[in-house]
């Protein structure tokens, strides 16, 4: 280029016809090149040149989509080999960045968009342990190839366990080396865009997590990264004081910095703007709000880097879905504008916690029904919480899944079998978004490991409980047109016996009313509860079907009849009989 030449907007590496140009965040350098095989590795590299506000820049002739590079930074006596920060794509967490055209993907006239917040049914799944040999992390490749599986089981959102770029090739993903590059051993970029392309083909839309609360800590080129640093912490990229402390390591981002809080703005919209996601789920955000996660030491700066990027998406992405995993119920999370961080959603403690613990009870008499019936119905805005029973954190660090934690003796028996799909069931018709965990519909056991795959031969085995998560699912969904009631926003408890151990309650969409009744105890239960409104109520799903299970009684649950109530000004009465640890799901025929 000549003097005269502009340069490109853009921070990292910007290929063109003709070459790359490369923008880069280093307010303390005094000297910055970029090397790669195009400099033959040079120690000096090909200088770039200083810009306002600390950036340096070169446009590169001959370096194209695919080359690999580094920065190097020169402070003082230091000199300093960096991948890019904003590398779509690196050859591993420690390796190069590698040029990558981010708009070269044929998206075949993809234009999705996300079902409404009311019809979604959420997967949450980890790419690694999803599909893999064991010995070898599974990829995106994986997980394309079962979303026939996917959209036979019913489900239309699949949220993806971060896939940004972590040290090593197992992990959970909340260790982020490369914030920007997507995972190498998972398939890097264009697989993650094959894969969401597909799932959109589906009907399927894909929720990524995102992690701002920290970053690494290990393999983490952002740590001093342009030489400076305070106190022995990180740099230009981190806190440089208390704020720093996470129990993830000293390596919580500066939200005060204002190429920071870019940074970070830029991440989470470059998963829309070039992967095409229909949502984000932010992981701890309490960690972002707050120095110490207990609700103390607030940090009001994280505070406004969600509601900046919150604000971004709700103003030219209408159609997405931001939820916030921050487990203290607290409705500012969700609460857009008058100060709110402006998610649409958020994880619910209120609902996963007391439902594990009334399916876990050893003994009946254990179960409280009032507090199943305050975590069933708890909220007023019904879809500003996610509701499940298992998720990555539920079922591992020292927890089990479900199955094995009702009966660690006998997890495939019939006790694990009948309170772990009740929990699944209480889910799927909750006042709630419902979530499942891979494996969940088939009863997986023990608990989630990141190098351990899902036991596929369990979906086999298991079958018929598949065939009940889905029969539900697609009842949830409505999409026989039979169960509106299940969508809607309007929760009537209708009846609660800590005795007997049964509870009902109703949910309506406009005119549309389904009912349903639980039976938490290990006998079957004559259930009588007032119904919302006369005339004939049909069965429309009975947990306890002999078709879900050979060990299930098939206890018999037929049609009911609104009854007068005997108290005047009350509603109808029906009477189900309901098989032990059992949902039924009623409509009005």
Not at 84 to 93: G, N
Not at 110 to 128: K, M, N, Q, R
Not at 406 to 422: F, M
Not at 467 to 472: C, E, G, N, Q, S
Request: aromatic share 10%; hydrophobic share 35%.
């Amino acid at each position: 280029m000549s003097e005269h030449d502009p340069h490109r907007p853009g921070l990292g590496s910007m290929p063109h016809e003709g070459g790359t140009a490369f923008r880069v965040w280093a307010p303390h350098a005094d000297a910055v090149s970029v090397t790669g095989s195009f400099t033959d590795w040079s120690e000096d590299g090909h200088p770039l040149e200083a810009e306002d506000n600390g950036h340096w820049y070169a446009d590169i002739e001959g370096v194209g989509p695919g080359t690999e590079y580094q920065f190097v930074i020169r402070n003082g006596d230091q000199r300093l080999m960096r991948i890019d920060p904003r590398a779509r794509a690196v050859t591993h967490s420690s390796g190069n960045g590698i040029v990558y055209d981010r708009d070269a993907f044929d998206w075949q006239g993809d234009s999705f968009a996300c079902p409404p917040h009311d019809e979604l049914v959420i997967y949450e799944t980890h790419i690694g342990s999803f599909m893999a040999d064991p010995g070898n992390p599974g990829d995106l490749e994986g997980v394309t190839g079962k979303l026939d599986y996917l959209i036979a089981l019913g489900i239309n959102a699949i949220e993806l366990m971060p896939v940004a770029e972590f040290a090593g090739d197992y992990s959970w993903g909340y260790n982020p080396s490369n914030p920007f590059a997507v995972e190498h051993t998972y398939g890097g970029p264009d697989l993650l865009k094959t894969f969401v392309r597909e799932a959109h083909r589906h009907g399927i839309a894909v929720i990524v997590d995102v992690v701002l609360n920290h970053f690494g800590p290990s393999d983490l080129a952002l740590w001093h990264f342009d030489g400076w640093s305070e106190n022995d912490l990180g740099g230009i990229y981190f806190y440089n004081d208390e704020r720093s402390s996470t129990p993830w390591g000293d390596t919580r981002p500066d939200y005060g910095r204002e190429e920071v809080r870019a940074y970070l703005h830029d991440n989470a919209l470059m998963w829309f703007d070039e992967y095409h996601m229909d949502g984000l789920r932010f992981d701890a955000t309490l960690y972002i709000r707050t120095i110490d996660g207990v609700g103390t030491g607030d940090l009001p700066e994280g505070w406004d880097v969600m509601q900046a990027i919150t604000s971004s998406v709700r103003e030219t992405r209408p159609d997405k879905i931001l939820i916030a995993e921050d487990l203290q119920n607290d409705a500012a999370l969700t609460t857009f504008g008058d100060g709110g961080a402006g998610f649409h959603a958020q994880w619910d403690a209120g609902f996963v916690h007391p439902v594990r613990a009334a399916l876990t009870a050893v003994d009946d008499g254990e179960r409280s029904m009032t507090e199943l019936a305050e975590a069933i119905g708890a909220d007023d805005n019904p879809f500003a919480r996610i509701i499940y029973t298992e998720s990555h954190d539920e079922v591992a660090n020292g927890k089990l899944r479900l199955t094995h934690e009702i009966d660690s003796e006998d997890p495939g028996g019939w006790a694990a079998q009948k309170r772990a799909t009740l929990g699944l069931c209480l889910a799927l018709t909750g006042h709630g978004i419902p979530m499942l965990f891979q494996g969940q519909e088939f009863l997986e056991d023990e608990w989630f490991r990141d190098d351990v795959p899902l036991d596929w031969e369990r979906a086999e085995k298991f079958r018929d409980i598949v065939r009940l998560a889905r029969d539900l699912i697609r009842l949830r969904r409505n999409a026989d047109g039979t169960s509106a009631g299940l969508t809607g926003n309007i929760f009537s408890l209708l009846h609660v016996d800590d005795e007997a151990k049964t509870l009902s309650w109703a949910r309506s969409r406009d005119e549309e009313v389904a009912v349903v009744v639980v039976n938490a105890s290990a006998e079957p239960r004559d259930v009588t509860t007032p119904l919302p409104g006369g005339g004939h109520w049909a069965v429309r799903f009975n947990s306890d079907a002999a078709t879900y299970s050979a060990l299930f009684a098939g206890h018999e649950t037929d049609d009911v009849d609104a009854v007068d109530n005997p108290d005047d000004d009350q509603p109808p009465l029906g009477t189900v009989s309901v098989g032990a640890y059992s949902l039924v799901v009623l409509t009005r025929a």
